[in-house]
């Protein structure tokens, strides 16, 4: 059945909370800012549930770039002053002596943390919620799930709790919420900034792990990168026809009847636009070898962090691997942590973005859909260990049913392997009435002209 239940009006572009650059300069209007801000999390908080702390303070007198900014912090993500949860079932108590280094940034810039926002335990699921203090809800219908595990983040966001979140991605942490909620994340250029603060102490991951932001729009986006990187001069697509290979199946695609509908409609509308669109099947992205490379080397990396009794008893768990046997298999296949197993992946890794780099070189950006999955009702799992969740959903796509974990990574992990920055966008709505989001991927190292060309696009479907 058809649901079009919705907690919030959609927003217009006349809506006050629309663009992050007008609400700097003048003191009193940032003033007023924050009461709004604060209005709308005492209303909408209680059923959103999105936030794990926040603190209401708006400061006097903010005289940086980002003059006072509220901004919230994914609560996997250090800042000073502020415990961490990590998403676990015991709430933090002690408090991070110091801020990761991009959120020490935003901070030195002039924005203001004023709360951490929820995630499922140690960032590891899709959707938002533990046994403590129960699921986020997509700000759409709160029946349904945000997403995860930047679910808290893109459901403030998207409720208009937040100007700005600072989450993680690592296969899709920050795209699958931002496409469930409507609003529009930033992964920057695997390498670019820092991802420090992400995990305890000075531990970091070579590979993949990203922070990066969410905000109500590309516009937004495009507006803190270029304060944070104010070395970057700006771009301007007007000028430019900018050459885009679309994702195109020549088969039955991995996707959901919605999902796909809402694609097919999305690229008809594009094609109306000053880009040259070139339909592909990126075969070469999607070849199953890429999703075994990428979760062996995730499930090394992060197996280095997991003490090995529990890593052999994650091993052990056959029904976990076996229910999805195309992204928790081969992330317990890394688990073994087999030193010439992970050397030998990461040739195959260079190797991979080298061939994909000369396939696309005459292109400016790929464009493929986050997920072929809408967004669902709250699930939970068959069973959950050591903060590993088994699912045995199992989704129903037009190229056959999916098991969770594998069909919402099918968009997800191969752009996360290829380590070029990513912008996602809304393109729709799906039956529910439910928001459905577009990846753009553009060329490593040149963020801005993927974030003014995700602006284009965004205006087009205005």
Not at 400 to 408: C, E, I, Q, R, T
Request: net charge negative; charged share 20%; proline share 7%.
């Amino acid at each position: 059945m058809t649901e079009t239940v919705r907690l919030l009006p959609d927003y217009s572009a006349d809506d006050p909370l629309c663009d992050i650059a007008e609400r700097l300069a003048d003191p009193l209007v940032r003033s007023c800012h924050y009461k709004s801000l604060t209005a709308r999390r005492d209303e909408i908080e209680p059923v959103v549930n999105a936030f794990e702390i926040r603190r209401e303070s708006c400061p006097n007198d903010v005289k940086a770039p980002l003059n006072g900014l509220p901004i919230s912090v994914k609560d996997q993500i250090a800042t000073a002053g502020w415990p961490r949860s990590f998403g676990l079932e015991r709430p933090a108590q002690r408090p991070d002596p110091a801020s990761a280094s991009v959120v020490q940034r935003l901070q030195g810039l002039g924005a203001v943390v004023t709360g951490k926002t929820a995630l499922p335990p140690f960032a590891m699921d899709f959707q938002t919620f533990n046994e403590r203090r129960g699921p986020t809800h997509n700000p759409h219908n709160p029946s349904f799930t945000s997403g995860g595990s930047t679910g808290g983040g893109a459901a403030a966001v998207a409720s208009g709790m937040s100007n700005l979140d600072i989450g993680a991605d690592l296969s899709g942490s920050l795209r699958i919420p931002a496409a469930w909620c409507g609003v529009s994340s930033y992964t920057p250029t695997e390498g670019l900034w820092p991802n420090d603060g992400l995990l305890n102490r000075t531990t970091t991951l070579d590979h993949f792990a990203r922070i990066g932001l969410t905000a109500r729009t590309s516009a937004d986006l495009g507006f803190i990168w270029h304060v944070l990187e104010k070395h970057a001069e700006a771009v301007s697509t007007s000028e430019h026809t900018a050459k885009i290979a679309i994702w195109s199946p020549a088969q039955q695609p991995p996707c959901d009847e919605d999902t796909f509908a809402c694609w097919t409609a999305f690229k008809a509308h594009l094609s109306g636009g000053n880009m040259a669109l070139e339909t592909k099947e990126m075969i070469t992205l999607f070849d199953e070898g890429v999703y075994e490379m990428a979760g062996e080397i995730i499930g090394y990396e992060t197996g280095g962090l997991i003490p090995w009794p529990i890593r052999w008893m994650m091993r052990r768990d056959r029904r976990a691997s076996t229910s999805s046997p195309g992204f928790i298999a081969h992330i317990h296949e890394g688990y073994r942590r087999h030193v010439q197993r992970y050397a030998d992946n990461l040739v195959r890794l260079a190797a991979f973005r080298e061939n994909l780099a000369l396939t696309w070189v005459d292109v400016d950006a790929l464009l493929l859909p986050v997920t072929g999955i809408c967004a669902f009702k709250h699930i939970l799992p068959a069973r959950e260990k050591a903060g590993g969740r088994t699912y045995d959903t199992v989704f129903d796509t037009l190229a056959g049913p999916l098991p969770y974990y594998d069909a919402l990574t099918r968009f997800t992990l191969p752009v996360t392997a290829l380590g070029w920055p990513v912008v996602t966008l809304p393109i729709g709505r799906d039956s529910n009435g439910l928001p459905v989001g577009a990846q753009l991927v553009g060329k490593p190292g040149r963020d801005a002209k993927l974030l003014a060309l995700a602006e284009q696009i965004e205006a087009l479907l205005r």
